[in-house]
């Protein structure tokens, strides 16, 4: 009954930015954190960023901060990336996940994943 979608992907060039949309049914996403994951071509998943439920508390790649920002609309049941800054090796499809269910980012097990979003990052 969880499905997560994620939007906004597309092809920028390096120094542009990106808003990316994860849309959340079937659970309540107030009551749980949810990350952001990324899948470069040859390379394994890695986590970009999460968001907790309640207080907020986020988390990014030190690769990604500075540049990225997590956030959420409870009201929606939607939560965003935003991208600026992006590089070449921002290059990756997307994925939102969340398991629904554990509202702190370190504890969730992130059963649920979305079908992906394509970024590229070229010239």
């Known amino acids: 009954q969880v499905q997560l979608v994620e939007s906004g992907g597309g092809l920028v060039q390096p120094g542009g930015s990106l808003r990316l949309s994860c849309a959340a049914s079937?659970?309540?996403?107030?009551?749980?954190?949810i990350g952001w994951f990324r899948q470069a071509p040859g390379k394994e998943r890695e986590g970009v960023s999460c968001i907790s439920s309640s207080d907020g508390i986020t988390y990014y790649a030190d690769s990604v901060k500075g540049r990225f920002t997590i956030s959420r609309d409870n009201n929606k049941n939607t939560v965003y990336l935003q991208m600026n800054s992006l590089k070449p090796e921002d290059t990756a499809v997307y994925y939102c996940?969340?398991?629904?269910?554990?509202?702190?980012?370190?504890?969730?097990?992130?059963?649920?994943w979305g079908q992906g979003t394509q970024v590229t990052v070229s010239s």
């Open positions: 996940a969340t398991d629904g269910v554990v509202p702190d980012c370190e504890d969730n097990d992130y059963d649920y």
């Open positions: 079937g659970f309540t996403l107030a009551n749980t954190a």
